[in-house]
């Protein structure tokens, strides 16, 4: 019954998201319409009839398959979550006592059996109920579906069969039906972070007045610790768009949408959505440990580290960027570009204490430093430093503190900080954006959490932990879970950080199981673990379990992605479940050089050639997220990729492991927030007793006459 519960739980938010698109705009902000009558009510949209519904199993919204491709169930028909109100059974009655119907747009009407009837856990005013697609129902559209308890009719809500659209219209006089949440939604007491608007305003004030000082005319955004926008600030006169350029090949954008053919680079795009994703990766990327800005982030995502180096590695982040994006079903909220590699932003500290970060938009460029040697000076960064007077970083956590391989890492270029009279808020050169009013840090996403003895925090979407819907002896059961992560968390306790200061510190991670179907079982964070981890750790398992379950290349050939399953296949790559693989070894498979780091070989097969490379055009990873990374940017409300696996987009840097029971593959590990090494390290102490057989990991795989890696320990990883 808790597994049920908390996947309730998980429906029910995922659904209450589903009602706006990408804004700063609290979802908890829904209005009560006329969600409350004597009669049973089935909640929609906030602006529509369409049900707030998703598949009972998967959590897959609409449209709806009419048989889940996966059997459930011996019928293997779908069974479908609608939320109901004015609906509580009496003692001693069971689902019987409800009925449904469904009108497709030919006036047939279908029997959908109710096979639960249940309160939502924490929301006393909604009830699930799940109905059972009729036999006779295939592609038909739009339906729209009623209740019914003790003779008594719900209004009628429209829900997709097949595909979306047609169907009969509305019921005369039929509204919206969104259930109260303003009024009962718990929110966390816990904020991330303690900025208040006057500081968010002070902040803003002193990066207007630094442009000022310097003429230019840009556009500032402040987040709170966990990504939230605070305020958005446009100076008058400031670029409205800006333009993605790297190292590849530029194009010319589409006049009307700002998109372009082939990757990012090109792409043109509103001017908040840079700062926004600026000033997140520094709120992301920061902690008490350490503090990076996206001068940093630029330094360890390109191909080579450290960049314009020949013959050495791609970054240690190769492909971070793609992470935490706006279509993310695990980062709420997302970036709106995902994690940004343009110099210009800053984290916000107090006390020492990480509280958020800043980030500026005004060249209409957003790229990567190509260079770092040359200690390019951008206006951005400058006056991103003059932003965080008073919000300073301790001196000993700064990136350019920190060594990773003996290198140093940038964080700023900036030697002097620009530092002219404060304009009021009230006078100053421009406005706040609409959609992104001043306001103070947030309620935090995150709960105190114990596991394995450990001390940390999880997300109640993903707490407790849960087992895999399949069920069986090989499938993963809440206790493995626990058991996995427990063990992650107790290694991570022990490991030496590559990352953190003052030296000597233990590792802070994240740290993921999911199934073989990328459904996530379980999600803690130790405590200060930057936040990028979060969506990070689901990336990692989630790409592990794909690429080594026995479907992987027919689900990208069905996706449209078959070059890439030949491109392997001409190296000697099976995607059929032959091959147990980790990130580092699906990374590895996609460089642009290959083996990684060798100039002049030819790229990985999951890689773009190195003429056309860049890190806005990665490869098989930004292909599988653009089209719909795109329309969540505009707003839309979809999954990063269509394949039901990859609902959060594939990662491709080093930290995580399959799970195996009885030689069986039943889910994988992912761990983020620390050096890859110690990822690695701390992911195979969690699978450790759920290990592959030796025989097919892929360090027994040789490619082009080199051996694939599967994971690779630091040494002496233990404090």
Same mark, same amino acid.
């Given at each position: 019954?808790s597994?049920?519960?908390?996947r309730?739980?998980?429906?029910f938010?995922?659904l209450?998201? $589903?009602v706006?698109?990408?804004?700063t705009?609290d979802?908890?902000?829904?209005s009560?319409?006329?969600?409350?009558?004597?009669?049973p009510?089935l909640?929609s949209e906030?602006?529509?009839?369409?049900?707030?519904?998703?598949?009972?199993?998967t959590?897959?919204h609409?449209?709806? *398959?009419t048989a889940?491709?996966?059997?459930?169930?011996?019928?293997?028909?779908?069974? !479908?979550m609608?939320?109901?109100?004015?609906?509580h059974?009496?003692a001693? /009655?069971?689902? /019987?006592?409800?009925t449904a119907?469904a009108?497709?747009g030919?006036?047939n009407i279908?029997?959908?059996k109710?096979e639960?009837?249940?309160?939502v856990?924490?929301?006393?005013?909604?009830t699930?109920v799940?109905?059972?697609l009729?036999?006779? $129902?295939g592609d038909?559209?739009?339906v729209l579906?009623?209740i019914y308890y003790?003779g008594?009719?719900?209004n009628r809500?429209r829900?997709?069969v097949g595909h979306?659209g047609?169907?009969p219209?509305d019921?005369?006089?039929?509204?919206p039906?969104?259930g109260?949440?303003?009024?009962?939604f718990p929110?966390n007491?816990?904020?991330?972070g303690?900025?208040?608007?006057d500081? !968010?305003?002070r902040?803003?004030a002193?990066a207007?007045?630094a442009?000022?000082?310097l003429?230019?005319? =840009?556009t =500032?955004?402040v987040t709170? &610790?966990?990504a939230n926008v605070?305020?958005?600030?446009?100076?008058t006169?400031?670029?409205?768009?800006?333009q993605?350029?790297?190292?590849g090949?530029l194009q010319t954008?589409?006049?009307?949408?700002?998109l372009v053919?082939v990757?990012?680079?090109?792409? &043109?795009?509103?001017?908040?959505?840079a700062?926004i994703?600026k000033?997140?990766t520094s709120s992301?990327?920061?902690t008490?440990?350490?503090a990076?800005?996206t001068r940093?982030a *630029?330094?360890?995502?390109q191909?080579?580290?450290?960049?314009g180096?020949?013959?050495q590695?791609?970054?240690?982040l190769?492909?971070v960027?793609f992470s935490?994006?706006p279509? *993310?079903?695990i980062?709420?909220?997302?970036l709106?570009?995902?994690l940004s590699?343009?110099?210009g932003?800053m984290?916000?500290?107090?006390?020492g204490? $990480?509280?958020g970060?800043?980030? @500026?938009?005004g060249?209409g @460029?957003y790229?990567v430093d190509r260079?770092?040697?040359d200690f390019?000076?951008?206006? /951005? /960064?400058?006056?991103? =430093?003059?932003?965080? &007077?008073g919000f300073?970083?301790?001196p000993?956590?700064?990136?350019?503190n920190?060594l990773v391989?003996?290198?140093?890492?940038?964080?700023?270029?900036?030697?002097?900080?620009l530092?002219?009279?404060?304009?009021?808020f009230a006078?100053?050169p421009?406005?706040v954006e609409?959609a992104?009013?001043?306001?103070?840090?947030q309620?935090?996403?995150f709960?105190a959490?114990?596991?394995?003895?450990i001390?940390?925090e999880?997300d109640?979407?993903f707490?407790?932990?849960?087992?895999?819907?399949?069920?069986?002896?090989?499938?993963?059961?809440?206790?493995?879970?626990?058991?996995i992560?427990?063990?992650a968390?107790?290694q991570?306790?022990?490991?030496?950080?590559g990352i953190?200061?003052p030296?000597?510190?233990?590792a802070?991670v994240s740290?993921?199981?999911?199934?073989t179907?990328?459904r996530?079982?379980?999600i803690?964070?130790?405590?200060?673990?930057?936040v990028?981890g979060f969506?990070?750790s689901?990336q990692?398992a989630?790409s592990a379990a794909f690429?080594?379950k026995?479907?992987?290349?027919?689900?990208?050939?069905?996706a449209g992605?078959g070059s890439y399953?030949d491109?392997a296949a001409a190296?000697g790559v099976?995607?059929n479940g032959?091959?147990?693989?980790t990130d580092r070894?699906?990374?590895?498979l996609? &460089?642009?050089f290959?083996?990684?780091?060798?100039?002049?070989?030819?790229?990985?097969?999951?890689s773009?050639?190195?003429?056309?490379w860049?890190?806005f055009?990665l490869?098989?990873?930004?292909d599988?997220?653009?089209t719909?990374?795109?329309?969540?940017? =505009?707003?839309?409300?979809?999954?990063?990729?269509?394949i039901?696996g990859l609902p959060?987009?594939?990662q491709?840097?080093?930290?995580?492991v399959?799970?195996?029971?009885?030689g069986?593959l039943v889910?994988a590990?992912?761990?983020s927030?620390d050096?890859i090494?110690q990822?690695?390290v701390i992911?195979?102490g969690?699978?450790n007793?759920?290990?592959p057989a030796?025989?097919?990991r892929?360090?027994?795989?040789?490619v082009r006459g080199?051996r694939?890696?599967?994971?690779?320990?630091p040494?002496?990883?233990?404090l």
């Amino acid at each position: 019954m808790s597994s049920l519960r908390t996947r309730i739980i998980l429906c029910f938010l995922v659904l209450l998201a $589903m009602v706006a698109p990408y804004s700063t705009v609290d979802i908890l902000q829904i209005s009560t319409t006329t969600a409350q009558g004597p009669r049973p009510v089935l909640y929609s949209e906030a602006e529509s009839t369409r049900a707030i519904a998703v598949e009972s199993v998967t959590n897959k919204h609409e449209p709806f *398959s009419t048989a889940n491709a996966v059997s459930f169930s011996p019928d293997n028909r779908t069974r !479908v979550m609608l939320f109901a109100g004015n609906l509580h059974l009496a003692a001693g /009655e069971g689902p /019987e006592v409800v009925t449904a119907d469904a009108e497709d747009g030919s006036h047939n009407i279908y029997q959908l059996k109710v096979e639960h009837v249940g309160p939502v856990p924490d929301q006393e005013w909604a009830t699930s109920v799940i109905v059972k697609l009729d036999e006779q $129902m295939g592609d038909i559209g739009d339906v729209l579906v009623r209740i019914y308890y003790k003779g008594i009719a719900s209004n009628r809500v429209r829900v997709a069969v097949g595909h979306v659209g047609g169907g009969p219209p509305d019921d005369p006089g039929a509204v919206p039906t969104p259930g109260p949440v303003r009024e009962v939604f718990p929110t966390n007491p816990v904020t991330a972070g303690t900025l208040t608007p006057d500081e !968010v305003m002070r902040i803003i004030a002193q990066a207007v007045s630094a442009a000022v000082a310097l003429n230019k005319a =840009v556009t =500032v955004a402040v987040t709170d &610790r966990e990504a939230n926008v605070l305020g958005v600030f446009t100076m008058t006169g400031a670029p409205a768009t800006f333009q993605i350029r790297g190292p590849g090949p530029l194009q010319t954008p589409d006049p009307i949408t700002g998109l372009v053919p082939v990757g990012l680079e090109g792409t &043109r795009l509103p001017s908040r959505f840079a700062a926004i994703s600026k000033a997140a990766t520094s709120s992301i990327f920061s902690t008490s440990g350490n503090a990076f800005t996206t001068r940093t982030a *630029s330094f360890i995502i390109q191909e080579h580290f450290p960049p314009g180096v020949n013959f050495q590695s791609g970054g240690p982040l190769y492909g971070v960027q793609f992470s935490s994006l706006p279509c *993310s079903d695990i980062k709420k909220p997302g970036l709106p570009l995902g994690l940004s590699g343009d110099p210009g932003s800053m984290p916000i500290y107090k006390n020492g204490i $990480m509280q958020g970060g800043v980030g @500026i938009e005004g060249d209409g @460029i957003y790229t990567v430093d190509r260079d770092p040697t040359d200690f390019d000076l951008p206006f /951005e /960064e400058v006056i991103a =430093v003059s932003a965080v &007077r008073g919000f300073e970083t301790p001196p000993l956590i700064r990136g350019d503190n920190i060594l990773v391989n003996g290198i140093r890492l940038p964080f700023i270029n900036v030697t002097q900080v620009l530092q002219p009279p404060t304009i009021p808020f009230a006078n100053l050169p421009g406005a706040v954006e609409g959609a992104f009013p001043i306001r103070g840090a947030q309620p935090s996403a995150f709960g105190a959490a114990v596991v394995g003895g450990i001390a940390g925090e999880a997300d109640p979407s993903f707490f407790p932990f849960i087992s895999s819907p399949s069920g069986g002896a090989n499938s993963l059961t809440a206790a493995d879970v626990d058991q996995i992560i427990s063990h992650a968390a107790q290694q991570a306790n022990i490991t030496r950080a590559g990352i953190r200061q003052p030296l000597g510190s233990n590792a802070r991670v994240s740290i993921a199981v999911v199934d073989t179907e990328g459904r996530v079982l379980g999600i803690f964070r130790q405590l200060d673990a930057p936040v990028f981890g979060f969506d990070v750790s689901v990336q990692k398992a989630r790409s592990a379990a794909f690429f080594s379950k026995a479907t992987a290349g027919a689900e990208l050939r069905a996706a449209g992605f078959g070059s890439y399953v030949d491109r392997a296949a001409a190296d000697g790559v099976q995607l059929n479940g032959a091959v147990a693989f980790t990130d580092r070894a699906i990374g590895f498979l996609h &460089r642009p050089f290959f083996p990684d780091g060798i100039n002049n070989s030819n790229a990985g097969p999951f890689s773009t050639p190195i003429n056309q490379w860049s890190p806005f055009n990665l490869g098989l990873q930004l292909d599988l997220i653009k089209t719909n990374l795109q329309a969540a940017i =505009v707003g839309a409300n979809v999954p990063c990729t269509t394949i039901p696996g990859l609902p959060n987009g594939l990662q491709i840097f080093a930290g995580s492991v399959p799970l195996y029971k009885n030689g069986v593959l039943v889910g994988a590990v992912g761990i983020s927030g620390d050096g890859i090494d110690q990822d690695d390290v701390i992911a195979s102490g969690g699978g450790n007793g759920f290990s592959p057989a030796p025989a097919i990991r892929s360090d027994q795989v040789f490619v082009r006459g080199v051996r694939l890696p599967f994971v690779k320990f630091p040494r002496s990883p233990d404090l």
